[in-house]
C-alpha cells in the first residue's frame, strides 16, 4: 500500500508517543530523528509500511531503547487474557467454529496504541470488548479462507499486535484440530507493540503452534528482502497465509506472492479502509490470491 497524506500526522503521532515511553529524557532527540527521516524519504510512491519501519529505524537509535512497548505489551497480554476466557466460551457455543474463531481474532486488532486512531491505554480493552464481538465482521470473506484452508496443510500464522494474540490462540487451535500444520511468524527484531519470538513464549503460544519462524528483522509487517531462507520456502508454495492487522496488508498487499493471503484486520484508518472498499472501523477478512497484488482482485 502507497503512502498517503493521513500517514503523515499518523506516523509521528506514533513517534512521539514511544519516544515517551521509556521517560529516559531523549524524548525530543527520537522526534527529531524520526522527522528529518520522514522528510528525507518521504514520497507518495513509496510503499508506507517501508517508510515508517525507515523512521522508526532512526527514532529507535535516537531513543537508545531496544523495546520501548515492552511493558505495554506484557499488560496488554494481561488485559486481553481477562477475556480469553468468554472468547472461547463463543467459539464453543457457536454452530460454526471456525467462523467464531476467525471473528475471534480480529476483536485484539484495536491494541494498536500511539497512532490516534484505536486505543492507548491496554485496560481500555475492558470496554471494547463486548462491543467489537458484538460488531461482527463486515466485509467477510471467511467462507473462501475456509476453502483455502481445507486445501492446503500448513498454515503460515504472520502476527500482528501483543494482547490481540491471546485470541489468535482460539483460531491456532481450530486450524491444529482441522489437522492443519500452523507455523507462527513473528517480528525478527522489537517493533511497535508487535509480536516477537520472545513475546511468544512468554504467553505459551509456542505450546500451539508447530512452529515459529520470524521476519528476519526490524520491520513494519513483513519485509520481503529481509526474510530468510526457512520463511522463504514455506512462502514459495502450498501454504496459506494469514496476516493479522494493517501493517502486514501495508507490507504485503502490493506483492505477488507464490501463496494466498487472508487479511484478518480492523479497518482503523482510512488510507486502510479504502484500500479494502470499506467504512473506517469495519472488521475485514479478505483474500488475496496467489499471484495477485490485492488492487488486482
Not at 513517534?15 to 527521516?37: C, K, W
Request: aromatic share 6%; hydrophobic share 40%.
Amino acid at each position: 500500500m502507497k503512502v498517503s497524506p493521513e500517514c503523515v500526522p499518523c506516523l509521528m503521532r506514533r513517534v512521539l508517543f514511544q519516544s515517551r515511553l521509556p521517560a529516559n529524557g531523549r524524548d525530543a532527540e527520537s522526534v527529531e530523528a524520526g522527522l528529518r527521516e520522514y522528510a528525507r524519504v518521504f514520497s507518495f510512491g513509496m510503499n508506507s509500511a517501508e517508510c515508517a519501519t525507515q523512521v522508526h529505524r532512526m527514532a529507535y537509535g535516537a531513543l537508545g531503547a531496544r523495546d520501548p512497548y515492552a511493558s505495554l505489551k506484557e499488560r496488554a497480554d494481561e488485559a486481553a487474557a481477562r477475556h480469553v476466557g468468554r472468547a472461547q466460551e463463543f467459539v464453543d457455543r457457536s454452530g460454526d467454529r471456525f467462523a467464531a474463531a476467525v471473528r475471534v481474532s480480529i476483536i485484539g486488532n484495536v491494541m494498536d496504541f500511539g497512532s490516534g486512531i484505536a486505543i492507548d491505554d491496554p485496560d481500555d480493552f475492558d470496554s471494547w470488548f463486548d462491543e467489537l464481538l458484538d460488531q461482527g465482521v463486515g466485509y467477510d470473506q471467511t467462507s473462501e479462507l475456509r476453502e483455502l484452508v481445507d486445501s492446503t496443510g500448513t498454515v503460515l500464522y504472520l502476527f500482528d499486535n501483543c494482547g490481540e494474540s491471546q485470541f489468535d490462540r482460539l483460531l491456532i487451535r481450530e486450524l491444529r484440530g482441522m489437522g492443519k500444520r500452523v507455523i507462527g511468524v513473528v517480528k525478527g527484531e522489537p517493533i511497535l507493540n508487535d509480536v516477537t519470538r520472545e513475546d511468544a513464549v512468554r504467553i505459551g503460544l509456542d505450546r500451539e503452534l508447530d512452529g515459529i519462524l520470524d521476519t528476519g528483522g526490524f520491520a513494519i509487517g513483513i519485509d520481503m528482502r529481509m526474510i530468510g531462507p526457512e520463511l522463504r520456502k514455506e512462502m514459495s508454495g502450498g501454504a496459506v497465509a494469514i496476516a493479522k492487522g494493517m501493517a502486514n496488508l501495508e507490507a504485503l498487499s502490493d506483492e505477488r506472492l507464490d501463496i494466498p493471503l487472508a487479511y484478518l484486520l480492523r479497518a482503523k484508518c482510512t488510507p486502510v479502509a479504502d484500500a479494502l472498499g470499506v467504512k473506517k472501523g469495519t472488521n475485514v477478512v479478505r483474500i488475496q490470491h496467489a499471484g495477485s497484488t490485492l488492487r488486482s482482485e
